[in-house]
């Protein structure tokens, strides 16, 4: 009955969610098709979404634009391909003619077919970028300056020092500008000795703590690990105050904000392989329902913000050298450029079937951990 329960609430979710997601895959595959049709490739297909066609129309080009009903992602088809996920068809290119082979994907040069491929994630990346850069110059940035109001007994901060009334002004010799500063180093620092300058009675102190690597849940009950340090910073009207920017200074904060996002999922990832930190914060399709209307209850930027993030993620995981993936196929351009030759089509062939498999194990492993999240 819980998971029922939970199944009809996010069912409620289902609308900010299919906005956040068609945004991220509009944007990725316009990625690819933008490169596509500037090396010259004719697309037979634009879809958004797997399965049958709900609607969709043909441009001048010959392209056909469709929505399909499972909007779990999209595709990019070019003239050539056998399936959504570029596999080649020798027949068909067998059989075409000597224009219809010089708007072929698979005859173009590597670099092109490399660039169309990277399109993709790229455009992520710059999604992120811009939806930054717009709320930095339309809202500006919150900030709070980094001051201790709570020391938690026993904790790294409490064996280092640390006393309510101190202000952070500097991490292992990096200014820090608000308390968001320190949040992220700590979170990204767990078993790390990091040496702290404090402001204390109008004098600097320096204080070196080592924040404890843990499991701890985020606002919305998503789990996630991070480097802990024990203290907190209630939040007092004149600690606060909005940073504005320009043009250039909120692409600026924009490229700064993506760089460290994507700096942090690279770390995560890494740590989920090796085995220091947990399988249990990556989350599939349900998850993201749930975060998504839990960020539209918060606001129009909240929900854009998570777009940017899921954005970047997403950029991420399609880089992963996995065939069927979009690494996949950069993988095969690199062995490709290597041998000077690319790989047999049943080489190819078998690597896809792998990627399949691969992508589905990740697919049911994500549901899996959505499942007991939303019935925990």
């Not at 939806?131 to 940035?141: D, E, H, S, T, Y």
């Not at 975060?291 to 929900?303: F, P």
Request: proline letters at 6%; a negative charge; aromatic letters at 10%.
């Amino acid at each position: 009955m819980q998971l029922v329960s939970w199944l009809v609430d996010v069912a409620a979710y289902i609308p900010p969610f299919l906005f956040v997601l068609g945004i991220i895959i509009f944007v990725h595959e316009l990625g690819h098709f933008l490169v596509a049709r500037w090396c010259g490739v004719a697309v037979d297909t634009f879809s958004l979404g797997f399965g049958p066609e709900l609607f969709g129309w043909n441009d001048r080009a010959g392209t056909r634009w469709r929505v399909a009903a499972v909007p779990l992602g999209g595709y990019v088809k070019f003239a050539g391909d056998d399936n959504a996920a570029s596999v080649p068809d020798p027949n068909a290119l067998a059989a075409m003619d000597a224009y219809e082979r010089s708007r072929s994907f698979y005859l173009k040069p590597l670099w092109q077919r490399a660039a169309i491929v990277a399109a993709g994630p790229a455009a992520n990346f710059l999604l992120a970028i811009a939806i930054f850069a717009i709320a930095f110059l339309i809202v500006g940035r919150p900030a709070v300056d980094a001051r201790v109001t709570g020391v938690e007994p026993a904790s790294p901060a409490a064996e280092a020092g640390f006393a309510p009334g101190d202000v952070i002004t500097a991490i292992d010799g990096e200014e820090v500008g608000a308390f968001i500063d320190v949040l992220r180093t700590v979170s990204s620092s767990g078993g790390r000795t990091l040496t702290f300058t404090v402001t204390r009675d109008g004098a600097p102190v320096e204080l070196v703590a080592t924040p404890e690597q843990r499991d701890l849940t985020d606002r919305f009950g998503t789990p996630y690990s991070a480097g802990f340090l024990g203290i907190s910073n209630r939040t007092e009207p004149e600690d606060v105050r909005r940073e504005t920017f320009g043009p250039v200074g909120a692409v600026a904060a924009g490229v700064e904000e993506t760089v460290y996002i994507t700096t942090r999922t690279v770390e995560v990832i890494a740590g989920v392989i090796t085995g220091e930190q947990s399988a249990k914060q990556f989350g599939g399709p349900l998850r993201v329902a749930k975060i998504s209307g839990d960020m539209a209850s918060i606001g129009v930027t909240a929900l854009f913000t998570l777009a940017a993030m899921l954005s970047i993620s997403i950029g991420l995981i399609n880089l992963m050298p996995i065939p069927m993936l979009d690494g996949g196929h950069l993988l095969f351009y690199a062995v490709e450029a290597v041998r000077g030759r690319p790989l047999s089509p049943r080489a190819q062939d078998v690597g896809f079937r792998i990627g399949l498999g691969l992508v589905l194990l990740l697919m049911m492993f994500a549901t899996f951990n959505d499942v007991l999240f939303l019935t925990s």
